[in-house]
């Protein structure tokens, strides 16, 4: 129960129709992405603070929110310019982002909503600036893609630590949730 980055990378783009004019879209607006990522990241964490139980996720060691919204901007800039033209080194990167969630417990009660709003305020923002549909099209089927990469670590590593737990094979386990989904 392994992952390829890049080939879940190539599989996402095409179920999203993450086209090579979305890309285009998303590098000419990569000045404008600079312009409004710090608003995007303090309405981002004001966003987390205000629930109670990721507030305190966010502030469970010295430093962390202070590193998180670096790492913030870093990846909202990403998004525009697709590190390597969203190539290996971004897959890459993202498979690591939702790795990196998975081992501080976060998940998708916490993940989903957190994107949500990542758009929602891109929405606002765009239509604030009468910016047209195609850069908020591109960039919210930039942002499914990211969250699907977290989405999959989170049922991977899980996945794969009762496989090594329990010794079943990857087809009773299977089995085990079609069954037990079936009677929930
Ligand atoms: C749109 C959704 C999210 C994005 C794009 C995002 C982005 C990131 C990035 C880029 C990192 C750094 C990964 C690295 O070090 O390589 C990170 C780490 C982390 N994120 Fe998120 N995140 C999201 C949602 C959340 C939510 C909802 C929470 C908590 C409720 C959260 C808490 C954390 C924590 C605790 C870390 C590790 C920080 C550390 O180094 O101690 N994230 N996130």
Redesign the pocket.
């Known amino acids: 129960m392994t992952l390829n980055p890049q080939e879940f990378m190539q599989k996402m783009e095409q179920r999203m129709l993450f086209s090579n004019s979305d890309k285009a879209i998303l590098n000419f607006y990569a000045d404008w992405g600079k312009t409004v990522v710090s608003e995007m990241t303090n309405c981002?964490y004001d966003y987390?603070g205000r629930?109670p139980?990721?507030?305190s996720?966010?502030n469970?060691?010295d430093g962390?929110i202070h590193?998180?919204r670096e790492?913030?901007i870093?990846?909202?800039q990403e998004m525009f310019t697709g590190m390597d033209a969203w190539g290996t080194n971004y897959a890459e990167?993202r498979w690591?982002?939702g790795l990196?969630?998975v081992?501080?417990g976060?998940g998708p009660q916490?993940?989903v909503?957190?994107?949500a709003?990542?758009v929602r305020e891109i929405t606002q923002k765009l239509q604030a600036e009468s910016k047209g549909n195609e850069l908020r099209d591109a960039l919210s089927k930039i942002?499914m893609i990211?969250?699907a990469f977290?989405e999959q670590a989170y049922i991977k590593v899980s996945s794969k630590a009762v496989l090594k737990e329990s010794g079943w094979t990857e087809g009773s386990f299977r089995r085990l949730i079609a069954t037990d989904a079936a009677v929930v």
């Open positions: 981002f987390l629930d139980e990721m507030s996720i966010l469970a060691s962390r590193r998180l790492t913030f870093e990846w909202f990167r690591r982002i990196i969630h081992r501080v976060i916490h993940v909503p957190a994107m709003t990542v942002c990211d969250l977290i």
